[in-house]
């Protein structure tokens, strides 16, 4: 064979095999980030489909479970949902929910034409002295724009920011946001909704037609899904990650691609890798449910463990593992400088990452309820690479996984240290 030929046969058995972990990473990612999942949250069930998904995962590559013939630990939460479809029209021209506007979370519902009030830095006084001297009617039929952009005043922002809330139990309120669009899941509802936009949206508007309808709900039972392997010795390592995003906003489908169909690849990869062998402890894998809606699958879980935590040696959360060009961070990393300082020197003797920056205590995912505890847990997350989070942008097709293989080398070494 011409030595070229073979040379090229080599390498592309090479890059296989290196990017083996990734590869698989990305066929999990999509499924979790397809229409189907509906963004793993509260419309359309997309939040019980992942929930199937991991359980399934769990099943093929034969992890023990806690309780009989369920991995699936349930409980009840509330969140305020946008089932059906959303029409905003300024002037007669539609606009688009996720691109051109977003509902605040706590959003109400509205329907039928609405003249706009506007109120900036300008008009702002003049304004709540009209409120206060209950010529409030004047307004009836109004949707307020409230313009903020037009400050840097820190007080008055805050009269801003207590008129929107305030006024949303009265009217319609547009709020000007020329930054980036960021949502999340509210467990609670206003009377109206609040509306993100631009402020070009709203150019020469003077009227606006809207139909927002919210859907408030109650009692949604959700879950953790858990699974084992059983180690050489009575402690315990937990492995988690939460499954569950956004879901839709009209329709609007948040994937959570990097937030954090990324966190349950890398997790089902380790899964899978433990699952047949016998590690020195056991490992437990924990997909937690509602991190999005307040952290309340874990919190829930500390709450209700299937074992003693007194048994646990360390909990690593991952949470937006999908990129990795600037290092990761590692958040508790203070209070642990022992298991900072072996990650560490394990990253620098292996060439992994390119950095591994260190965090104090931060309650912003799954392992804060572990460490309010007095148990040992890190949060993992992934830096630099694209900034797509919490939005429409969150993509599979565009999420890289560019350190994924060195991260899951990296990850196994450490679970090793103990
Ligand atoms: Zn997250």
């Known amino acids: 064979m011409n030595p070229f030929k073979l040379i090229l046969i080599v390498l592309a058995f090479l890059s296989v095999s290196i990017h083996a972990q990734r590869d698989e990473a990305s066929e999990i990612l999509n499924d979790l980030c397809a229409d189907d999942m509906y963004g793993r949250g509260y419309v359309k069930f997309g939040h019980i489909k992942a929930a199937k998904y991991i359980q399934e995962y769990y099943k093929k590559i034969n992890l023990k479970s806690f309780k009989k013939n369920t991995y699936l630990q349930p409980f009840n939460i509330k969140a305020n949902t946008f089932p059906n479809d959303l029409e905003i029209s300024i002037n007669g ?49 109004s949707a307020i724009v409230l ?27 547009f709020w000007i946001n020329n930054d980036k669009f960021t949502w999340s899941v509210s467990k609670e509802a206003s009377e109206f909704p609040i509306i993100e936009i631009r402020d070009s949206m709203l150019q020469n508007a003077d009227s606006v037609s809207l139909k927002i309808n919210n859907l408030f709900l109650n009692d949604i039972t ?8 059983n180690g050489k010795k009575n402690k315990t390592i937990i492995i988690s990650a939460h499954y569950d995003h956004l879901g839709m906003m009209g329709e609007a ?9 990324s966190g ?5 990869s380790l899964a899978k890798y433990y699952s047949n062998k016998t590690p020195k402890y056991n490992l ?22 299937y074992f003693n935590l007194d048994e646990i040696k360390f909990v ?11 290092g990761i961070t590692v958040v508790n990393g203070v209070q642990h400088k022992k298991q900072f300082k072996e990650l560490s020197k394990i990253n620098k ?24 505890l007095g148990v040992p847990a890190f949060f993992i997350y992934t830096m630099g690479g694209i900034k797509a989070y919490h939005d429409v942008y969150d993509r599979s097709s565009t999420l890289p996984l560019t350190e994924f293989d060195d991260l899951y080398q990296l990850l196994i070494d450490f679970v090793a240290t103990f």
Do not use: C
Request: proline letters at 3%; hydrophobic letters at 40%; charged letters at 20%.
């Open 284 to 305: 437990v894998f924990m997909a937690f449910g509602a991190e999005e809606a307040g952290i309340l699958g874990s919190k829930y879980y500390v709450e209700h463990p």
């Open 264 to 268: 349950i690849a890398m997790l089902l």
């Open 147 to 173: 313009n903020s952009s037009t400050t840097s005043n820190v007080d008055t922002l805050k009269i801003f920011n207590d008129l929107k809330i305030g006024l949303s139990q009265l009217y319609p309120v």
């Open 316 to 326: 690593v959360n991952l949470d937006i593992l999908g990129t990795g060009d600037e």
């Open 253 to 261: 489908i948040f994937p959570g691609a990097n937030d954090n169909a």
């Open 222 to 229: 959700t879950h953790n899904v858990i699974g084992k392997v």
């Open 93 to 141: 021209k539609v606009v688009i929910e996720g691109e051109d506007y977003m509902l605040d979370p706590a959003s109400g519902s509205a329907n039928g034409d609405f003249k706009l009030e506007i109120v900036d830095s300008k008009s702002i006084s003049n304004f709540i002295s009209k409120l206060s001297y209950s010529k409030i009617t004047n307004l009836k039929g």
């Open 349 to 372: 003797e292996n060439n992994y990452l390119s950095k591994i920056k260190i965090r104090g205590r931060a309650a912003n995912s799954d392992h804060y309820w572990f460490s309010q």
